[in-house]
Structure formats: structure tokens, C-alpha cells
């Protein structure tokens, strides 16, 4: 299938006339929360009692309510917009209790706290209660909003092993989003990859640089769109997507991962979070200027 062109172009024209938000970030608590002109946009929670750290809400530019849900039936470990994994040498990072494993964060830290971006790190330790830590990831987290129909979320994670590591095949694996029910596809809505092919049944198990989930609700349309940067390892990156509101670029599912000690592994995804549909959002423009950075 062909890559979405064309008319696209207009999109990034429209969006660049738009003017930019000015963003702050402050620490209120276990959380970071970050808005947008002074309205609310995400936050970054990290409290102990987590299973990991995660963004909720995210909060569409034309609604103002969150595109994606803090949890779900009948996946309630489907945190919004997060990373984790099971089958981390037998620990499990992704669900279940907190004695199978958790990733904790040792306290985020606000490089940059206002601006035309905001700029986070952290630094994480994935460790089951009472046994030393397996991974160390460090992860920088910038946001921005270029204009008044789009923000992005740039998520860098570094996954140091400090033992030689298996995961083994698992679709609960890596980066990941779940949006609310309204914009599911089981709700009218739609996921598109970026050869054109939609739903689950068009983009479970298929390589493709980006997604895009969006759909209508209250009168406007509004969708969050996961973009991988070619850097990454396995570029681009088989999806395990579900038509009830989950999406994520992950191999895993595929194949299992051997991460030797001390050998590092560097992921980097962008979010898109913005009004209209794919080709409103120029999604492929977009995705054309992240794979330069």
C-alpha cells in the first residue's frame, strides 16, 4: 500500500501558522505535571506503590479531556501511555503484583521548567522486593507544543542491564498507549499505520514506522499517533495493536531479546497528540521531521 502524501503538506502549512504554547513543568507530589498556557496537558507519575511510571492524562488540544485512559477492564494494567515488559528474566514488569516486579523511579528530574518545551529525566530501577536491580534505564522526556492543534511527547529510554538479561517472547513489551473507549476502532474510531492499512486486522504483526489512533467524540475529532525513530533497533518494528484502544511498536511479541550486562540498548518514540485525523495532523510530516533529530 502507498505511504499517506499529497494533500498532507497542507496540514504542516496550517499547523505552522498556528501559534506555539508556552509549557511549564512543576513537581507537585508523585507526579510532574506539565501544561500547556497554563492548562493542564500531561503528567509523569511515579509513586512507589506503581507498577512503573506513566503519563495520564494526556489531554487532546480540541477536547481538553484525555485521548487516553488511566486504566481499562479488561486490561487494567494498561496505564495511558507507558513502558514496561513481562518475561524479564522470569520477573514480570508489566502486571501483576508488585512482588513479580516493578520499575522505580529514583526521582525525575526538571531540566527544563518552562518554555517553548519542558524537558524531564529520570532514572529507573527495574527490581522485584528485596533483590537487587536487573535494569538501570535512564530516560529523558521532552515536551513541546508547536502549535494550538498538536503537542509532542519525545520519550528517549536507555535500558543499562546489570545482568545478562533474556526477555522472552511477549506481546507486553516496550512502549505503548491505550486510548479511551470513544476513540477506539470497536467505537467507530480508527488505527491507520503508515502504508494506509487499518485496524487490528491490517496492523497486528506488521512493520511500519508510526500509528495513529483517532476517532470523534462530543462533535471533534482528536487522536495520539506512537512515531519510532529509524535508530532504533529492530526500525521499523512489528506493532501489537487491538481494536479496543491498544497500540504498541514491539518485536517481542515475534522474537526474544538478549541484553548481555553492560551493553546498553537506546529507544526513542515520539507522540503526537493533536486535532483532526491523520491526514489533518500531517502525521507522515511529522514523522518526516522526527526521523532528522
Not at 83 to 109: E, M, Y
Not at 216 to 226: F, H, K, N, V, Y
Request: with cysteine; hydrophobic share 35%; net charge negative.
Amino acid at each position: 500500500m502507498k505511504r499517506f502524501t499529497g494533500l498532507a503538506v497542507i496540514g504542516v502549512i496550517v499547523a505552522g501558522a498556528a501559534s506555539a504554547g508556552e509549557l511549564a513543568a512543576t513537581l507537585e507530589g508523585t507526579q510532574v505535571n506539565v501544561s500547556v498556557d497554563g492548562k493542564l496537558f500531561t503528567a509523569y507519575k511515579f509513586a512507589d506503590s506503581q507498577k512503573y511510571p506513566y503519563f495520564w492524562p494526556v489531554m487532546g488540544p480540541a477536547s481538553g479531556k484525555s485521548v487516553t485512559t488511566e486504566t481499562a477492564e479488561r486490561y487494567p494494567h494498561h496505564h495511558s501511555l507507558f513502558f514496561g515488559c513481562d518475561h524479564v528474566n522470569s520477573a514480570n514488569f508489566w502486571q501483576d503484583t508488585n512482588d513479580r516486579g516493578q520499575i522505580l523511579s529514583q526521582g525525575p528530574k526538571i531540566v527544563e521548567a518552562k518554555g517553548d518545551r519542558v524537558v524531564i529525566t529520570d532514572e529507573c530501577l527495574w527490581r522485584q522486593p528485596g533483590q537487587e536491580p536487573i535494569i538501570r534505564d535512564t530516560r529523558r522526556i521532552s515536551v513541546s507544543a508547536p502549535a494550538s492543534d498538536y503537542r509532542l511527547i519525545d520519550f528517549e529510554i536507555t535500558l543499562d542491564p546489570l545482568v545478562d538479561i533474556r526477555i522472552e517472547k511477549t506481546n507486553h513489551s516496550l512502549f505503548s498507549g491505550r486510548v479511551v473507549p470513544e476513540l477506539s476502532v470497536n467505537s467507530s474510531g480508527t488505527l491507520v499505520n503508515a502504508e494506509g492499512a487499518k485496524s487490528e486486522a491490517g496492523t497486528l504483526g506488521v512493520a511500519s514506522p508510526w500509528c495513529d489512533y483517532y476517532g470523534t467524540r462530543d462533535g471533534g475529532t482528536e487522536g495520539l499517533a506512537i512515531l519510532q525513530h529509524p535508530a532504533n533497533k529492530w526500525f521499523p518494528s512489528k506493532w501489537f495493536t487491538r481494536d479496543y484502544g491498544f497500540f504498541s511498536p514491539t518485536p517481542l511479541y515475534w522474537e526474544e531479546l538478549q541484553l548481555p550486562k553492560g551493553q546498553p540498548l537506546t529507544l526513542k518514540y515520539r507522540v503526537v497528540v493533536h486535532a483532526g485525523d491523520t491526514q489533518a495532523a500531517d502525521i507522515p510530516g511529522k514523522f518526516a521531521e522526527f526521523s532528522k533529530n
